[in-house]
């Protein structure tokens, strides 16, 4: 199975400050063929389900506001909310979706300061 | 746009069968559109995925569940279920069914829309 590492577990970051959420997995999810890195990172609110926000490693979901934006390719990914806002506080959760099993990683608590 | 709904008991005893169902609106689990998913999220082991279906009866599973996992749909009632067998403790979680929408990538896409999620417990 493809193992999905995120970093911090957790972070505290000031309301209008950068947010950072990086990804690793233990082997690439480039496809070669179409250039695609099948990576995708869910929000989750506090008693909700996951929610899909950024797939392909870096296209927003449609109706994800433009603040979260996700980079990366090959097996080092990030998640970036570029100016945090007060409903922005869940947890969140990386998902490589290049094989199966699809794996996830074990998620990052973000908070405000 | 596609909603889910889990239902099924919320208590099951060590060694039974957890038996859950998801209800689909606005899309149909006879469509080649789409694959049906299982997704469990425990405090111990995160969110594991369990499963999919497809239209055409094709099946994955999570080799991690040892043959203990049965996916299946009932086109009449535009519903997908899953089996559990032989439950312990550890099958303790909230249950997700969730959506994949397919395209050139087949199955190889992100779990575009989740139901709501439904507690199991075993205990005796």
């Known amino acids: 199975d493809i193992v999905m590492i995120q970093s911090p577990d957790s972070l505290a970051v000031s309301l209008g400050e950068r947010a950072t959420i990086d990804c690793k997995s233990s082997q690439s999810v480039l496809n070669s063929s179409n250039n695609k890195s099948y990576l995708a990172w869910y929000q989750q609110e506090p008693g909700q389900a996951p929610k899909l926000l950024i797939y392909w490693a870096s296209t927003r979901e449609s109706g994800v506001p433009d603040r979260f934006s996700g980079s990366g390719s090959g097996t080092d990914f990030t998640l970036t909310i570029s100016s945090l806002q007060a409903e922005d506080v869940a947890v969140y959760y990386c998902?490589?979706?290049?094989?199966?099993?699809?794996?996830f990683g074990q998620g990052t608590n973000l908070e405000i300061k | 746009q596609v909603q889910l709904q889990e239902s099924g008991p919320g208590l099951v005893k060590p060694s039974e069968t957890l038996s859950l169902t998801c209800t689909v609106s606005?899309?149909?689990?006879?469509?080649?559109?789409?694959?049906w998913s299982w997704i469990r999220q425990s405090p111990g082991k995160g969110l594991e995925y369990i499963g999919y279906?497809?239209?055409?009866?094709?099946?994955n599973y999570n080799p991690s569940l040892k043959g203990r996992v049965t996916i299946s749909r009932d086109t009449s009632k535009n519903q997908f279920s899953l089996k559990l067998s032989f439950v312990t403790a550890a099958d303790t979680a909230v249950y997700y069914c969730?959506?994949?929408?397919?395209?050139?990538?087949?199955?190889?896409?992100?779990?575009?829309?989740w139901g709501q999620g439904t507690m199991v417990t075993v205990s005796s």
């Open positions: 969730a959506k994949i929408s397919r395209d050139t990538s087949g199955p190889f896409n992100p779990f575009d829309i």
């Open positions: 998902q490589q979706f290049y094989t199966t099993p699809y794996t």
């Open positions: 279906i497809f239209y055409s009866g094709s099946i």
């Open positions: 606005g899309g149909s689990v006879s469509s080649g559109s789409y694959y």
